[in-house]
């Protein structure tokens, strides 16, 4: 079992950054993978950002050269940095961890961005 502790969410003027953070209960140097997914009221929730063992990282379009996430094994600790944040942005984010098949989500930090 994982638990994933999401953190760093908040109101931020359009234009600001962000920097969400992770923590995950156990090493998480061997996970398969790790990411970042939101949800807007009324929509879906969507993939953000993903980083696998290796480094490899991939993004959604709409965040590409705006966002980055990256992983410090030692912390245990996922991160998402979020520049030039726009309305749009505006979402609960969750974390995500896939591991030996099974799959790990956080309750997620709410990020708000006034139009």
């Known amino acids: 079992q994982v638990q994933l502790v999401e953190s760093g969410g908040g109101l931020v003027q359009a234009g600001g950054s962000l920097r969400l953070s992770c923590a995950a209960s156990r090493s998480i140097f061997s996970f398969n993978a790790m990411g970042w997914y939101r949800q807007a009221p009324g929509k879906q929730r969507e993939v953000v950002a993903t980083?696998?063992?290796?480094?490899?990282?991939n993004y959604t379009d709409s965040v590409k050269g705006r966002f980055t996430i990256s992983r410090d094994n030692a912390k245990n600790t996922v991160y998402l940095q979020m520049n030039s944040l726009k309305p749009e942005d505006t979402a609960v984010y969750y974390c995500?961890?896939?591991?030996?098949?099974?799959?790990?989500w956080g309750r997620g930090t709410q990020v708000t961005v006034p139009s």
């Open positions: 995500n961890a896939f591991h030996r098949a099974y799959t790990y």
């Open positions: 980083i696998v063992t290796s480094g490899n990282t």
